[in-house]
């Protein structure tokens, strides 16, 4: 027996259009046994509008539900465009910090949160970031409780060294490349795979592995301004293939609720 995924239904529903009727959940729904009745659909209809993620007007099969901001923001796609896209000013912001050995547990969830913010790691406790970093820092004091060992500085002028060099290093775009090249090869995420699909099952199946696989290739990817990317990058590749497959799904979403 399925089950929906209400998290899962509710990006579908985002992908495929702004308004939705209960006989088109009906027709939606078809595929998952446990929802096959109209009490286990208002059910999930309920949940979603009890955390605001949905809105309804009217009653019965009447209703028509349209997807709030918030529901939006739940499931919004990442906007990586305007990073690349973002001129940057030249200004490599430098991260140190000195925490003894008798701290060792403080010096590793520091270490786990620059990295969690994708900072570079440029070697040892030297840590460097091409855009502001004073909030990150903050927040990392303010949620870590580490104290004063840091110490930041801005770099304008490079020398024995070039500003590829310190991305190459910084970086593991080794690592970052097969990620991405793992999402552009990856083989169910086809047009046929969408064109086949008969019912939410299979759709929903779809949508849960273009996710898992659209962010995993992005874990590590920090995203820099386009003028600091290696020449190999295929982080636009992957962002361009995301965007076709998700118009695809949106397409096929709304023949299935129609049909």
Same mark, same amino acid.
């Given at each position: 027996?399925?089950?929906?995924?209400?998290?899962?239904?509710?990006?579908?529903?985002?992908?495929?259009?702004?308004?939705?009727?209960?006989?088109?959940?009906?027709?939606?729904?078809?595929?998952?046994?446990?929802?096959?009745?109209?009490?286990?659909?208002?059910?999930?209809?309920?949940?979603?509008? @009890?955390?605001?993620?949905?809105?309804?007007?009217?009653?019965?099969?009447?209703?028509?539900?349209?997807?709030?901001?918030?529901?939006?923001?739940?499931?919004?796609?990442?906007?990586?465009?305007?990073?690349?896209?973002?001129?940057?000013?030249?200004?490599?912001?430098?991260?140190?910090?000195?925490?003894?050995?008798?701290?060792?547990?403080?010096?590793?969830?520091?270490?786990?949160?620059?990295?969690?913010?994708?900072?570079?790691?440029?070697?040892?406790?030297?840590?460097?970031?091409?855009?502001?970093?004073?909030?990150?820092?903050?927040?990392?004091?303010?949620?870590?409780?580490?104290?004063?060992?840091?110490?930041?500085?801005?770099?304008?002028?490079?020398?024995?060294?070039?500003?590829?060099?310190?991305?190459?290093?910084?970086?593991?775009?080794?690592?970052?490349?097969?990620?991405?090249?793992?999402?552009?090869? @990856?083989?169910?995420?086809? @047009?046929?795979?969408?064109?086949?699909?008969?019912?939410?099952?299979?759709?929903?199946?779809?949508?849960?592995?273009?996710?898992?696989?659209?962010?995993?290739?992005?874990?590590?990817?920090?995203?820099?301004?386009?003028?600091?990317?290696?020449?190999?990058?295929?982080?636009?590749?992957?962002?361009?293939? @995301?965007?076709?497959?998700?118009?695809?799904?949106?397409?096929?979403?709304?023949?299935?609720?129609?049909?």
């Amino acid at each position: 027996m399925q089950r929906v995924d209400y998290a899962e239904l509710l990006e579908l529903f985002m992908w495929g259009m702004d308004k939705l009727t209960r006989p088109t959940f009906c027709n939606l729904l078809a595929g998952y046994e446990e929802y096959a009745n109209r009490a286990h659909q208002k059910h999930l209809l309920t949940r979603l509008e @009890h955390q605001r993620l949905i809105e309804r007007a009217g009653r019965g099969s009447q209703a028509v539900y349209w997807i709030t901001p918030a529901g939006r923001e739940r499931v919004s796609a990442m906007q990586l465009q305007p990073l690349w896209d973002e001129p940057w000013d030249g200004l490599w912001r430098v991260v140190t910090f000195d925490v003894p050995e008798s701290r060792r547990n403080d010096r590793k969830r520091l270490w786990q949160a620059l990295r969690a913010r994708k900072l570079g790691l440029l070697q040892r406790s030297v840590w460097v970031w091409p855009r502001n970093v004073e909030s990150i820092l903050n927040e990392i004091i303010h949620a870590q409780g580490i104290p004063e060992c840091f110490c930041g500085f801005e770099a304008r002028r490079l020398f024995l060294c070039t500003d590829a060099e310190v991305v190459a290093a910084a970086w593991d775009f080794e690592e970052i490349t097969r990620r991405h090249k793992a999402y552009l090869d @990856h083989p169910v995420l086809t @047009h046929r795979a969408v064109k086949n699909s008969r019912d939410l099952t299979r759709l929903a199946a779809l949508a849960r592995a273009e996710r898992t696989a659209y962010e995993y290739a992005f874990v590590f990817d920090p995203l820099l301004p386009r003028l600091l990317l290696p020449k190999a990058y295929r982080g636009m590749d992957v962002q361009q293939r @995301h965007e076709e497959f998700r118009q695809l799904m949106r397409q096929r979403l709304t023949a299935l609720a129609s049909g």
